[in-house]
């Protein structure tokens, strides 16, 4: 066994000599490029020549850089100057669950597999950045954009991430982690400045991005929109400079949001590397070349020749962007991707039966007898309305979406199918709302009559992928299901009680029916493989053991960020100020006591489990040690399937307010009908700590604390008490 440990260690030390050796070789390779390089040039790389390009070196052989939106899919090709597709017939994709989905999985498995199959699609279409993923945390239930990220807590989010960046740099492609960082609202995204105390910025908000470069060594980060502290996200100083590339050693490059760059000078010395969408792109100007007037184009260049900036600021640059380069379109040996393989469909299936959530199960509801000969009336234009289109940057044009019907009607065939519409929400249309031409009295009477002629009824609903629902551009502008779906749900439900809805979202809904339907599921935006995902957990071909990433409230006050005033959400169009600091979701959820109406971490099975001889082991801890836990789950039911264990970790002698909970370590079990497993769980000490903005570092406490041992925020089944000395 010792000799074994020695040969591990030793392969590793190689390993790292080896990649030392190599990073030590690419950057000889870049400072003889860097030599051969005209100041033209030089800023050429650093600003877009197209929607989703950047200028290569064609005299050296440097190509040119090419990116593609897409946390959950690769976009269709987009025009060189404009935003109208392409036209292509070659680019239609897997659509992957959104990420909201992938956070549910509570599984890093899924997300290493999601990078890979996304990586090896953006590595076929010959894309060598792709703009995702997003770990912007979940801060409203309005917020239109929620459905691309990873949910409220910034453990799930950072312990998610990382598995998703190395699945897609296997591929030779840089995953672009986004949007770096306090963008939590669409709404006035584009200037609001956020103003925020730096417990909450270190705490909440930034260890997603940190973990992402730290442990997923990412290659590079899209800046936000908004400001922080009067500064604009892509070139702020404390943030880029200091926090980005200083303190956490950031070798990659950072590329702004489409448009997000505002200042010359304070783009070239306060970090940012490539400027991307600026409105002088040909759009909004008559000038030969406009992409030459962005603000790291002609006037960077001017700036230089007068002396005023030092050249050397555009070098660190264009290092960047070469070492970028290096690792995806200048190296030789990446692979060739491929695009719509089974394989690619099945990952895309398997990660959204894993993160589908079942909320209420009351009588058994679910599953549903694939066999059975009833009459089941699918209710709702989610049934069949296409979530790949809309939602703005993240839309995809999928070689395949199964709809909800489609899926059920495949696995039910033995079930009399009835379907009718219910309400109707119009096209989806970036920025604007185009109302239904159809008649919603119409649409209603009709599914009012196909519910009371069956023999049960699946309403399927939720929120859609439009403007002001979740969807780019701006935030939702009520928390109730909107298209008048709670009243026909009312109507539904007077003539047939046998009721489950199924929601598709990306946020959390007002249910002011909750007492009356039988079943809830929680289903996302889940991609090409939806219908047959959906159809797989009601069949019960599949056991649900998705988590919720984010707390449903029982109404929007109950929420954080809106238990304030207007200046907490949104804001007065100038300024917003997150009031509740570091109190975010199920955070603020347990430390004021106000019941959510879901819990983070809550998810129903149709099995049990039962948490067993949890124990630490020791109990007196230092700063530097590992605390090692371990415990049983036994599944007492009848079928098999998956319970996530969960840590919290309570200060009980805390100097300072911290939350009652924090998420400190999670696992996903699967176990067979009456199977019982052993599960170990790895907290660093150091991680009890609470950031301390009185000495600008961390502050890891002596004293107690005690960890918290459920399968959600709100169920803890096992508490211990540890100390710290």
Known sequence: ?????????????????????????????????????????????????????????ARLGIPELWMSDGPHGIRPEISWDSWEHAGWTNDSCTAFPALTCLAATFNPEMSYKYGKAIGEEARYRKKDILLGPGVNIYRTPLNGRNFEYMGEDPYLASKMVVPYIHGVQENGVAACVKHYVLNNQEHWRDHINVEISDRALYEIY?????????????????????????QYCCHNELLVNKILKQDWNFDGVLVTDWGATHDTKEAALNGLDIEMGTGTDGLTSSLKNAYDNYYMANPLQKMVESGEIDESVIDDKVRRVLRLMFRTNMNSSRPFGSMNSQEHFNVAREIAQEGIVLLKNKNKFFPIDPNTTKSIAIIGENATKIMSLGGGSSELKTIHEISPLEGIKKQFKNAQILHAMGYASGPSVYGRVVSSELNADSLKNEAIKVAANADMVLFIGGLNKNHHQDCEGDDRKQFALPFGQNELLSEILKVNKNTGVILISGNAVEMPWISKVDAIMQTWYLG?????????ILSGTVNPSGKLPFSFPVKLEDNAAHSYDEMSYPGDGVKQIYKEDILVGYRWHDTKKI??????????SYTNFKLLNAKADKSTYHE??????????ENTGDTKGSEVIQVYSNDIEASVLRPLKELKAFQKVTLQAGETKTVHLKIPVKDLAFFDDSIMDWNL?????????????????????????
């Open 595 to 604: 019941k959510p109406l879901y819990a983070f971490g809550y998810g129903l």
């Open 624 to 633: 530097n040690d590992i605390l090692s836990l371990t415990c049983e789950i």
């Open 701 to 725: 406490e002596k004293g107690q604390f005690k960890l918290l041992i459920g399968n959600s925020s709100q169920n803890i089944t096992k508490s211990i008490t540890i100390t710290v000395e």
């Open 528 to 536: 090409s493989e939806a219908g047959n995902a959906i159809a797989d």
């Open 206 to 230: 930034l260890p997603a991005f940190k973990t992402a470069v730290q442990e997923g060594k990412v290659w590079s980060i899209m800046g936000a929109y908004n400001q922080f502290r009067g």
């Open 1 to 57: 066994m010792k000799r074994l440990s020695f040969i591990i260690i030793l392969l590793s030390l190689m390993g790292t000599n080896q990649l030392l050796a190599q990073n030590k070789a690419t950057d000889k390779k870049i400072e003889k490029i860097l030599q051969q390089l005209t100041l033209k040039e030089k800023l050429d790389m650093c600003h877009a020549q197209s929607k989703f390009s950047s200028k290569g070196i």
